[in-house]
């Protein structure tokens, strides 16, 4: 049975990226169904690669791979000994954890930068009517795109939307 298991090579597939998700499933599918009627040494070999798995956490970059580690989590809270489940608890929630910093670090490196008004401004006062209708249709900061105008001529939202079916 231990040799069985091993051609599985389920903690090579928890490697790789695209087979993360199965190889979660499959180890679930172990603990849930088979763990206790195994012999000790296979046993101990399912659970490191359930560790295994918890470690591997913090690189998922998708919401399938993070679904998949909790499915395994609830199977280990289901089929593990005590010790052995409170350590894949705590292994999973340091996982998590790390999962959330690195994220948390990726949203901070990836957010756009913002413009300050006074740019905006600037460039909204380059453009010509139609090309300013059209940026206004996408711009999320509306005030901008008003103050682009002069005062007495910025149009109503309306008039905007009327000019926008005219021109295009």
Sequence with gaps: MLHRYEELELRVALARRWDYVEACKELAVILRGAYSKLSKNLQALIFQDTLAAFRLLPEAETSQRILAANLLLQAAEASLP???????????????????????????????????????????????????????????????????????????????????????
Excluded at 89 to 105: C, G, N, P
Excluded at 146 to 161: F, G, K, Y
Aim: charged share 25%; net charge positive; aromatic share 8%.
């Design 82 to 168: 005590k010790q052995k489940k409170a350590l894949a608890i705590t292994e999973f929630k340091h996982a998590a954890v790390a999962l959330r910093r690195r994220s948390k670090f990726r949203s901070q490196e990836t957010e756009p930068l913002q413009l300050t008004s006074d740019v905006l401004i600037y460039i909204f006062d380059l453009l010509d009517v139609r090309s300013l209708v059209s940026a206004g249709l996408v711009c999320s900061d509306a005030i901008c795109l008003r103050n682009a105008w002069n005062v007495d001529m910025c149009p109503s939202d309306q008039a905007l939307n009327s000019y926008h079916r005219i021109t295009f």
